[in-house]
């Protein structure tokens, strides 16, 4: 990583801190704008109708309502990331600044806050099936897993990527109980899943190691004291293999056609390599990753070629895959 620590070091002035908490911190702290984040339920949907091939009648509501619930759940998860983070973040240039650290949260009514977020989610979310509560219970539980002692994920290295990358097949198996199919989600699509949230997650890991100091990044986040700039990059690799493995064992198995897909693919994903790889990288923030011009682009037109090729069937593509040498047993 290029650069001194002290050139890399913003200020670490102690942020000032508020008089007394205020209805706007306690807004802040639900990160409503991270809620963007709830597109990954998206593709759960559309695998499980194009493979059931029905539309069910409540798909709309299921969704509305059904986002509002992973939304409140989020939300639950980030109040309490806000809460237990906040001696750490004390050490961060940015996060400093945040509404806990600064004194503008009520502690207690905090925590009644975490719970009743939770409380609604999981109500809306009872309102559509008992898989999909379930899913959502999934998102609350390793909130506290990723956050809370005595296991608290997020300081252990590598577990802290992998646990809260589990968020993805959790979203998905969401959106899969959305569309009410008797269908089991494909395990090799979960795991596919699983391996490409990691593979975004250690890349915002390396771009907040790049930024920070290494005694004051150990001291934001525990795990970053095991991480260095190698260690973190053969991760990244270690990811998006096993994510295209998995993605590749899904397409011979349930939908050949998505093969034509994998080009675009792949140009995400080394867009985003090369995003995470910039000095101050946006990967730190994936809340604004969208004013990213080439990596939307690229992001679009792979949704779009995807849906294509979950809704056209190809049959001449089983010719062209065809093996020409002999087959075990052949």
Known sequence: MT??????????????????????????????????????????????????GEWPATLWRNLVIGLLSIGFVASSNYVLNELLDAAS??????????????????????????????????????????????????????????????????????????????NNPLRMLAGWAMVETNAVAPASLLLCYWMLGCYFMALKRYAELATLPKDVAAAYRRSFAA???KNLLTSILFYATAAMLFLGVFVMRYRLELILSYPLIAWVMAIYLRVGLQPDSPAQRPEHLWREPSLLVACVLCAAAMIVCLAVDMPWLERFVAPLAPTRGG
């Open 3 to 52: 650069g001194s620590p002290e050139s890399r070091a913003p200020s670490l002035a102690t942020p000032p801190v508020a008089s007394s908490p205020t209805w706007r911190g306690h807004l802040e702290i639900m990160r409503i704008d991270h809620w963007f984040k709830n597109v990954f339920v998206l593709p759960g949907v559309v695998v499980a109708f194009t493979l059931v």
């Open 89 to 166: 973040d004390r050490h961060h240039p940015l996060k400093q600044m945040r509404p806990v650290p600064q004194g503008r949260v009520s502690i207690r009514l905090a925590y009644l806050q975490w719970i009743a977020l939770a409380l609604l989610g999981l109500a809306l979310g009872w309102t559509i099936s008992l898989e999909f509560t379930l899913a959502v219970a999934g998102l609350f539980a390793m909130g506290i897993v990723y956050n809370a002692p005595p296991i608290r994920s997020k300081d252990r290295p590598y577990l802290d990527v992998l646990s809260e990358a589990v």
């Open 227 to 229: 991480y260095d700039d």
